[in-house]
């Protein structure tokens, strides 16, 4: 097959016909085949058949792909030594059976439900564990009273199992939503259902582009600080997820923790404070819907899934505190994956030695200016 590339050795041009067959032409019993969906492809540019340097998956190495390499220039793994959180949460919802806080602040969350509301398996796999939300009518209340010492920084920290949605055989983020989302209605009295802009304090899965956004801080203008970045569906479809998110505004820091990972983080300062919330809900939005069946109105963005170990932090927790919140012991080492570090499908990493260096920019060199197309 290799002599196919070699236009010295065969020269696809000349060919005039293509015959397809079975066997070396002895004839030892009529038997009979079906060949259907013949195609033939010139070459293409195939990314992980490209050069070694290609970066941008376009199978050529040029200027792209080493801006692309220094904007992840100097960028590495690092270990992370795990420890408990230096301080207790300021709320802590375990979801035993009921929304009770566990803390001793008594922030007590109040479960919204068409019926009583369920409690499933946890992450351990115990019944009765993790709240049940249905996307129709679940949600919880929390009382914001636990806002008045926090104001520079804070940590959210959650278990999330994401049911799984299919459409046309392939799973969608559209069950998922809001797993916490908190505002202030008064900031925008003109408009009601306008959330998107005025959201505080927020995690979110978009139906629509399967993103999810982080939001910490709100100006009462509709400044805000967030960030997005799409995830891939079976890291958080069918599975039980860590999430956590810190803001420290005196460092100007916005961090996104998926399972103790640093998953994404802002790029510009991240230094709007945490202040002015007047309504936190896990699992829906403060707009609404008209709901022609129940012939009411009902939260919009309602959560699908179940949540477990709710907490709130009163400052922003290290990822070696994350990581202890993620399951990991005491004592034990985590290292941070690098291609989470990256921009999404650009993996600088060429050398592969988990940092990005001169050794990349010279295994990008060995394909300077050269296109690789397949086959």
């Excluded at 299919?166 to 983020?173: H, I, Y």
């Excluded at 923790?257 to 002015?276: H, M, S």
């Excluded at 994956?337 to 990005?356: G, K, V």
Aim: proline share 6%; with cysteine; net charge negative.
């Amino acid at each position: 097959l290799a002599d196919f590339t070699s236009p010295e050795v065969i020269n696809l041009a000349r060919i005039k016909q293509l015959i397809i067959g079975v066997g070396h032409g002895v004839k030892t019993g009529m038997q009979r085949i079906y060949i259907d969906n013949v195609r033939i492809y010139v070459s293409r540019c195939v990314p992980e058949y490209g050069p070694a340097g290609d970066v941008t998956g376009d199978c050529f190495t040029d200027m792209r792909d080493l801006k692309k390499l220094s904007l992840h220039w100097g960028t590495t793994t690092w270990s992370v030594e795990v420890e408990d959180p230096c301080s207790p949460p300021v709320l802590n919802y375990p979801f035993d059976g009921s929304a009770a806080d566990v803390s001793g602040n008594h922030y007590d969350g109040h479960v919204v439900d068409n019926a009583p509301p369920a409690y499933g398996f946890d992450r351990f796999n115990v019944f009765g564990k993790a709240l049940l939300f249905d996307g129709f009518s679940t949600y919880v209340e929390v009382p914001v009273a636990l806002f008045a010492g926090i104001s520079e920084q804070i940590t959210v920290s959650l278990w999330h199992y994401g049911d799984v949605e299919t459409w046309d055989g392939k799973p969608v983020v559209d069950t998922h939503r809001h797993l916490f989302f908190a505002e202030n209605p008064a900031d925008h009295p003109e408009d009601l259902n306008d959330t998107w802009t005025w959201r505080n304090l927020n995690l979110y899965f978009m139906p629509a582009n399967n993103n999810v956004y982080a939001t910490i801080g709100n100006d009462a203008q509709g400044h805000l600080d967030w960030v997005m970045k799409t995830p891939n569906l079976e890291d958080v479809e069918g599975k039980w997820n860590h999430w956590a998110i810190t803001k420290d505004c005196n460092a100007g820091e916005l961090k996104v923790y998926l399972n103790g990972a640093l998953w994404n983080w802002n790029t510009d300062p991240a230094t709007i404070p945490i202040e002015n919330i007047a309504v936190l809900r896990l699992g829906a939005e403060t707009a609404t819907n008209w709901d022609p069946i129940g012939d009411k109105h009902v939260p919009r963005g309602l959560l699908t899934g179940r949540i477990d170990d709710f907490r709130i932090y009163d400052y922003a927790l290290s990822q070696a505190e994350i990581c202890n919140l993620a399951g990991m012991t005491v004592g034990s080492t985590y290292i941070q994956p690098l291609p989470l570090l990256l921009y999404p499908d650009t993996n600088t990493n060429i050398y592969e030695d988990d940092r990005i260096d001169f050794k990349d920019f010279t295994a990008m060199a060995t394909t300077w200016l050269q296109e690789q197309l397949w086959p």
